[in-house]
């Protein structure tokens, strides 16, 4: 079974900026679509971002534009996940997930996903 992993998740001031990743040991990711949702505590999980294969297009939702950045390094098989100007409403977990999607918000959409990592935003 395809696991992927998440770091870079901890507790950050308001304001403050993190850079998630995401990769799969043994596995490639360079041709999935990888989409980064999370999950806050007593909310539905929610789409964050999603960065398309080739980078031929990125997605984010409302709540985080023009704040992240969602890249890829496929020579390192690694997903990012830029998060600047955070906010105390930022805090959940965060999930990233692989699959080949029509609709890059969409939680069935995808195949695989990882544990998650926790984000933290408080003083």
């Known amino acids: 079974q395809v696991q992927l992993v998440e770091s870079g998740g901890g507790l950050v001031q308001p304001g403050g900026s993190l850079r998630l990743s995401c990769t799969v040991p043994?596995?490639?990711?360079?041709?999935?679509?990888i989409g980064w949702f999370r999950q806050a505590p007593g909310k539905e999980r929610e789409g964050v971002s999603c960065v398309m294969s080739k980078e031929s297009s990125v997605y984010y939702g409302e709540s985080v534009k023009g704040r992240f950045t969602a890249s890829r390094d496929d020579a390192k098989n690694t997903v990012y996940l830029q998060m600047n100007s955070l906010k105390p409403e930022d805090t959940a977990v965060y999930y990233c997930?692989?699959?080949?999607?029509?609709?890059?918000?969409?939680?069935?959409?995808?195949?695989?996903w990882g544990q998650g990592t926790q984000v933290t935003v408080s003083s």
């Open positions: 043994g596995f490639s990711l360079d041709a999935y679509d």
């Open positions: 997930a692989a699959g080949y999607v029509d609709y890059p918000f969409v939680e069935s959409e995808y195949d695989y």
